[in-house]
Antibody, heavy 121, light 110 residues
């Protein structure tokens, strides 16, 4: 059974970089045809697509975040990562890593449990 | 403000049928596949429908999806109290070049 698990700091200071890693078990990132993505959800609000990355490293980002986001994939560790620079309180959210059938919100069939990241000094 | 519009809430009696609409444009729903998600408080969303009307393995056929023009619909028949949750639609927006979600709909089973 495929499982995804987010890891990273739960508290980030304003203007710093939010860094999260998603570890995939029960399946290989490099052998699949799926996209691997990040979605976030501010407390009490709806879902926001951050971006997706393929095992080749090709990435697609939400234009509203593109200037601050970088995603990467490490097939040797079966992990993919998210870096979000220059964070503000508006970036406080539960961050989910997930697997998508295609590039973006085509069918996100596996989700991590989510990790709350709070931006505060 | 999402590019996909969902009603904030819907309600129906147990055993009845309910539909949740997701309205968009030719830039998103009109020319791309739609997916639907169910989310309980404090948990990750769960995929209910992909490619407009396909159900992943394990999703009961009480849940169904359809699309017409620039709108999509999630339907649930035989409502159960366990269906009380938030529901989100999602798709690709060709203008934004981004994945987009609707604002979510809270389903109450009376």
């Amino acid at each position: 059974q495929l499982q995804l698990q987010e890891s990273g700091p739960g508290l980030v200071k304003p203007s710093e970089t939010l860094s999260l890693t998603c570890t995939v078990t029960g399946g290989s990132i490099s052998s699949s045809v799926y996209y691997w993505g990040w979605i976030r959800q501010p407390p009490g609000k709806g879902l926001e697509w951050i971006g997706s990355i393929y095992n080749s490293g090709s990435a697609y980002y939400n234009p509203s975040l593109k200037s601050r986001v970088t995603m990467s994939v490490d097939t040797s560790r079966n992990q993919f990562s998210l870096n979000l620079r220059s964070v503000t309180a508006a970036d406080t959210a539960v961050y989910y890593c997930a697997r998508d059938l295609r590039v973006a919100v085509a069918g996100i069939d596996y989700w991590g449990q989510g990790t709350l990241v709070t931006v505060s000094s | 403000q999402s590019v996909l519009t969902q009603p904030p809430s819907v309600s129906a009696a147990a055993g009845q049928r309910v539909t949740i609409t997701c309205s968009g444009s030719s830039l998103n729903i009109g020319n791309n596949y739609v997916s639907w998600y169910q989310q309980y408080p404090g948990t990750a969303p769960k995929l209910l429908i992909y490619d407009n009307n396909k159900r992943p393995s394990g999703i009961p056929d009480r849940f169904f999806g359809s699309k017409s023009g620039t709108s999509a619909t999630l339907g649930i028949t035989g409502l159960q109290t366990g269906d009380e949750a938030d529901y989100y639609c999602g798709t690709w927006d060709s203008s934004l070049n981004a994945g987009v979600f609707g604002g979510g709909t809270k389903l109450t089973v009376l």
